[in-house]
């Protein structure tokens, strides 16, 4: 069994104080619970060395090990040299110098795709290298291991497929026959099932913001993912004046998909 915390959009210079303070709290209460956090990008507002630095401590004072990618807001907007010549440097400086975009175990791989573009920030665009990386991680594989994609935009929109241009790039994410695609970008919590033409399903997983003071029109949440029973239970949490609790009521029950029976 593994138990994975899949935040997004935390964005360290717009911060809402009571979400990363009862985030850490959280954290916090965890102990050994959690095998890995999957953060789906977006670490700062507009990626300055001191939000970076920010972030960065947040990172060190995590119990856990930590698998990222960056967000279109962690490439500067403003300073159009660096936007150009060197999108990445302060991310790679601060964050993944201590974090990593892999993650590899029997019962579960993930491949952290770099979507963010500094010509597609709002689209986004998905890498051939990335690509070509999650085919040779997912082909060492156990046939039984999970096989997951994280990013920070989504590959898929519910009831669509045609979310990844160019096509080729699309069919090419279809064959890797993912059973989960973790993203955030969008602050809105969503799950929804898609489909390949030959009926594989993908479980596509989009996390809300989990710290940010822009919000649009939801809480602070984030999802906690338990692989068991050859399964997947999908645990949303909200920001309450209590913490960051699962509420109770029909539209925020655990969602339960069983991604690799008979497939």
Known sequence: MKRVLHISDLHFGRIHPPAIEALE??????QQKLDLIVMTGDWTQRARKGQYQAAAEFIKRSPFPVLTIPGNHDIPLYNFVARLVQPLRNYNRFIRSVT??????PEMVIVGFRTASVFRPVEGRVLKKDIERAEKVFSNAP?????VIACHHPLFQPKDLARIQP???ANRVLALKP???L????HLNWVATVK?????QI?????GSATSDRLRGEVNSFHIITTENAGVNIETYFLSEEGFVIPKGEVHKSVRWEPFINL
């Open 203 to 207: 479980l596509h997983i989009s996390a």
């Open 100 to 105: 990593t975009d892999t993650f590899e175990d």
């Open 143 to 147: 046939d039984s291991a999970l096989r």
């Open 196 to 200: 390949d033409e030959e009926g594989h």
């Open 179 to 181: 059973h989960l695609v």
């Open 25 to 30: 709290n959280f954290l916090a209460a965890q």
């Open 167 to 169: 096509e080729y790039l």
């Open 183 to 186: 993203s955030g970008h969008s």
